[in-house]
């Protein structure tokens, strides 16, 4: 059986910035079609066939390697590490299940539907605020990024962790800060370590109060529900607390903020499906959010590391390889989606699950908070907008750590003053 060292695999430059937009979908189809499932990056070998990476996602014989990534970047003390070694995705075994069993039930469908209402109250007031610039037939043209990505979910997240609202801009900051931990590319310039390193020590600074609050005056959000948890026998150590509202922090605004600009993205490109969508919301919302984090993921790839030798595929891959799933290629699996290349909100793709929010012990723990999220704004946008165009070409980020969206002007034409009639 060959070693992965033997095979001569296709290079793929991960670490180039100007792979993005319509060059990442044609290399990446492209590598499909090769019938090719294994290539090499810089720092990994990527998987990008759906069953072999469920594999890697769920093996026990792997861990998550942000300590590995931290390491090898020189980030060795200080509070960054120090949130590292905390991070609910770098624990394993039964620390990793008893934290996932703490904090699971605050969010759980029914916890993350609860915050709905708040929702949709964050949605009305950016709707009332937007400013942008008339345009032909009563449209308005805006920046989507500004008016609703970023605001909304740090709004959310602000609400959900029981945080002042005024807060929720100092959230935003925090999180895309401290997000880059995951990016290579942000990690190996030291002035952006020393960054992360500050906004990490300012938001321990400013949670440790809020917790102390919080177990005083007990209400109805996810610290208050953590502490409650932690009072019923299994108790949550300050330390742990801490980094579990950081971790959900950190996970919640960066990822959900994208995730919904590229669905609005892809929305706007599109106008038949936009006006699929806009005539039928009840049966389309949620597909398009499962399309949108199928076709444009946000977390193209998720990492594991190898802790013992692995045979798959008639590869033996040994202990210590990097590897990373690629979720972008795994969600156009053929035999799991049918014409996988179309974005198409109208076609009933079932339960088939993607590879968006990981698999295994590590699988996104707010991934229901997210698809409400994203369910919300969209059924909120298709009430209220006739017809939704891109403006300018969006600035895209790079495909390395999330796959975010800087601007993205659209034209949007409210429903009601298309439903106005004509003066007689
Ligand atoms: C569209 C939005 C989101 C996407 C695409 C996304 C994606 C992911 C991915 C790929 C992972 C790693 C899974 C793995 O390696 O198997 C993950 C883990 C995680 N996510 Fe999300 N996420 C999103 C939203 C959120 C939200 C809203 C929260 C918080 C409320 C959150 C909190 C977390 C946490 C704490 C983990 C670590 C879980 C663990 O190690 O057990 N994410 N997410």
Same mark, same amino acid.
């Given at each position: 059986?060959?070693?992965? !060292?033997?095979?001569?695999?296709?290079?793929?430059?991960?670490?180039?910035?100007?792979?993005?937009?319509?060059?990442?979908?044609?290399?990446?189809?492209?590598?499909?079609?090769?019938?090719?499932?294994?290539?090499?990056?810089?720092?990994?070998?990527?998987?990008?066939?759906?069953?072999?990476?469920?594999?890697?996602?769920?093996?026990?014989?792997?861990?998550?390697?942000?300590?590995?990534? &931290?390491?090898?970047?020189?980030?060795?003390?200080?509070?960054?590490?120090?949130?590292?070694?905390?991070?609910?995705?770098?624990?394993?075994?039964?620390?990793?299940?008893?934290?996932?069993?703490?904090?699971?039930?605050?969010?759980?469908?029914?916890?993350?539907?609860?915050?709905?209402?708040?929702?949709?109250?964050?949605?009305?007031?950016?709707?009332?605020?937007?400013?942008?610039?008339?345009?032909?037939?009563?449209?308005?043209?805006?920046?989507?990024?500004?008016?609703?990505?970023?605001?909304?979910?740090?709004?959310?997240?602000?609400?959900?962790?029981?945080?002042?609202?005024?807060?929720?801009?100092?959230?935003?900051?925090?999180?895309?800060?401290?997000?880059?931990?995951?990016?290579?590319?942000?990690?190996?310039?030291?002035?952006?370590?020393?960054?992360?390193?500050?906004? $990490?020590?300012?938001?321990?600074?400013? $949670?440790?109060?809020?917790?102390?609050?919080?177990?005083?005056?007990?209400?109805?959000?996810?610290?208050?529900?953590?502490?409650?948890?932690?009072?019923?026998?299994?108790?949550?150590?300050?330390?742990?607390?801490?980094?579990?509202?950081?971790?959900?922090?950190?996970?919640?605004?960066?990822?959900?903020?994208?995730?919904?600009?590229?669905?609005?993205?892809?929305?706007?490109?599109?106008?038949?499906?936009?006006? !699929?969508?806009?005539?039928?919301?009840?049966?389309?919302?949620?597909? !398009?959010?499962?399309?949108?984090?199928?076709?444009?993921?946000?977390?193209?790839?998720? &990492?594991?590391?190898?802790?013992?030798?692995?045979?798959?595929?008639?590869?033996?891959?040994?202990?210590?390889?990097?590897?990373?799933?690629?979720?972008?290629?795994?969600?156009?699996?053929?035999?799991?989606?049918?014409?996988?290349?179309?974005?198409?909100?109208?076609?009933?793709?079932?339960?088939?699950?993607?590879?968006?929010?990981?698999?295994?012990?590590?699988?996104?723990?707010?991934?229901?908070?997210?698809? !409400?999220?994203?369910?919300?704004?969209?059924?909120?946008?298709?009430?209220?907008?006739?017809?939704?165009?891109?403006?300018?070409?969006?600035?895209?980020?790079? $495909?390395?750590?999330?796959?975010?969206?800087?601007?993205?002007?659209?034209?949007?034409?409210?429903?009601?003053?298309?439903?106005?009639?004509?003066?007689?």
């Amino acid at each position: 059986m060959p070693n992965l !060292a033997d095979l001569d695999l296709p290079r793929l430059e991960l670490d180039d910035p100007g792979l993005k937009g319509r060059r990442w979908h044609r290399e990446m189809n492209e590598l499909l079609d090769s019938g090719e499932w294994l290539a090499q990056a810089p720092l990994a070998t990527v998987v990008l066939d759906r069953e072999a990476g469920e594999f890697f996602l769920r093996t026990k014989s792997a861990i998550f390697p942000g300590q590995l990534l &931290a390491d090898l970047f020189g980030v060795t003390d200080g509070p960054l590490r120090e949130q590292i070694d905390n991070n609910i995705i770098n624990q394993e075994g039964d620390a990793h299940r008893r934290l996932r069993g703490l904090v699971n039930p605050s969010l759980s469908p029914r916890a993350a539907n609860g915050y709905r209402p708040a929702m949709r109250e964050f949605l009305e007031g950016l709707w009332d605020s937007l400013e942008g610039d008339d345009a032909s037939n009563g449209g308005v043209e805006f920046d989507f990024i500004e008016a609703f990505a970023r605001p909304y979910p740090s709004q959310t997240i602000a609400r959900v962790m029981g945080a002042p609202a005024e807060d929720a801009p100092r959230l935003h900051d925090w999180s895309m800060w401290i997000q880059r931990q995951f990016d290579a590319i942000a990690l190996s310039d030291p002035d952006t370590v020393a960054t992360i390193q500050d906004k $990490v020590a300012e938001f321990y600074a400013w $949670v440790r109060p809020m917790i102390e609050s919080r177990r005083s005056t007990p209400s109805d959000d996810l610290i208050s529900s953590l502490i409650a948890t932690e009072e019923e026998g299994e108790r949550l150590s300050d330390v742990e607390l801490e980094n579990l509202v950081l971790n959900i922090l950190v996970g919640g605004v960066d990822t959900t903020q994208n995730q919904l600009a590229h669905a609005i993205r892809l929305l706007a490109g599109s106008p038949e499906q936009w006006a !699929a969508l806009r005539d039928d919301p009840e049966t389309l919302v949620d597909r !398009a959010v499962q399309e949108a984090l199928r076709f444009e993921p946000i977390t193209p790839f998720t &990492a594991r590391q190898l802790s013992d030798d692995v045979e798959y595929g008639g590869v033996e891959f040994p202990a210590g390889t990097v590897i990373m799933v690629c979720s972008f290629t795994g969600n156009r699996d053929p035999e799991a989606f049918a014409d996988p290349t179309e974005f198409d909100i109208t076609v009933d793709r079932g339960k088939v699950r993607n590879l968006t929010f990981g698999a295994g012990i590590h699988f996104c723990v707010g991934s229901n908070l997210a698809k !409400a999220e994203l369910s919300e704004a969209l059924t909120f946008f298709s009430e209220r907008i006739d017809r939704l165009e891109l403006c300018d070409p969006p600035e895209l980020q790079t $495909v390395s750590g999330i796959y975010g969206i800087d601007s993205l002007y659209v034209k949007a034409t409210p429903a009601k003053l298309e439903a106005t009639p004509e003066p007689a």
